[in-house]
T-cell receptor, first 116, second 110 residues
Framework: KAGVTQTPRYLIKTRGQQVTLSCSPI?????VSWYQQTPGQGLQFLFE???????NKGNFPGRFSGRQFSNSRSEMNVSTLELGDSALYLC???????????????FGEGSWLTVV | GENVEQHPSTLSVQEGDSAVIKCTYS??????FPWYKQELGKGPQLIID?????GEKKDQRIAVTLNKTAKHFSLHITETQPEDSAVYFC?????????FGTGTSLTVIP
């Protein structure tokens, strides 16, 4: 069974640009959540999608957005990139909505974003 | 919201020794506590988890204990091996989302 797949793995963007990251969850998983990982802040929750609906949102500015498609694949977008957006962006999938009744989340390998 | 604290931030042990990582949480509604191992350049991988109705769980050299009264849970790795070297994260879930500790960088010295 394939794991969570994220693309691209590495990318470099310039300040002010926008970026779209893609995530394919484990087959059968309907929930996808996104996290930002930086050395100073650890793993920070961005948002979660279940059945194409955003179920939960972390404390990030509106420049960070996401969506989920009918096949459960998800994308996240960051507009007007800032230097501080440089981070590892992790996607995680679970069978149901994350956290309820111990639904385990499984992470992908992440997308490394560098903003210059 | 939930606040998860993790200690120590770095840990070095000799191969064969045991390693213990501790986490505390603040929200008594948290009911699920997974642990993840993250190797360099990779995403976090689930290694063990425990639910609030269980006090201890073991899987080969790895064990997790939970004290709901004190709101803390710990990861125990016995007979450590060099391949155990990685960053370990604890997490707590209240049912709405996961809250992660800041990670422990474990180094096993051969």
């Amino acid at each position: 069974k394939a794991g969570v797949t994220q693309t691209p793995r590495y990318l470099i963007k310039t300040r002010g640009q926008q970026v779209t990251l893609s995530c394919s969850p484990i087959s059968g998983h309907r929930s996808v959540s996104w996290y930002q990982q930086t050395p100073g802040q650890g793993l920070q929750f961005l948002f979660e999608y279940f059945s194409e609906t955003q179920r939960n949102k972390g404390n990030f500015p509106g420049r960070f957005s996401g969506r989920q498609f009918s096949n459960s694949r998800s994308e996240m977008n960051v507009s007007t990139l800032e230097l501080g957006d440089s981070a590892l962006y992790l996607c995680a999938s679970s069978l149901g909505t994350g956290g309820i009744s111990g639904n385990t989340i499984y992470f992908g390998e992440g997308s490394w974003l560098t903003v210059v | 919201g939930e606040n998860v604290e993790q200690h120590p931030s770095t840990l070095s042990v000799q191969e064969g020794d045991s390693a213990v990582i501790k986490c505390t949480y603040s929200d008594s509604a948290s009911n699920y506590f997974p642990w993840y191992k993250q190797e360099l350049g990779k995403g976090p991988q689930l290694i063990i988890d425990i639910r609030s109705n269980v006090g201890e769980k073991k899987d080969q050299r790895i064990a997790v204990t939970l004290n709901k009264t004190a709101k803390h849970f710990s990861l125990h790795i016995t007979e450590t091996q060099p391949e155990d070297s990685a960053v370990y994260f604890c997490a707590a879930s209240t049912g709405n989302q996961f809250y992660f500790g800041t990670g422990t960088s474990l180094t096993v010295i051969p």
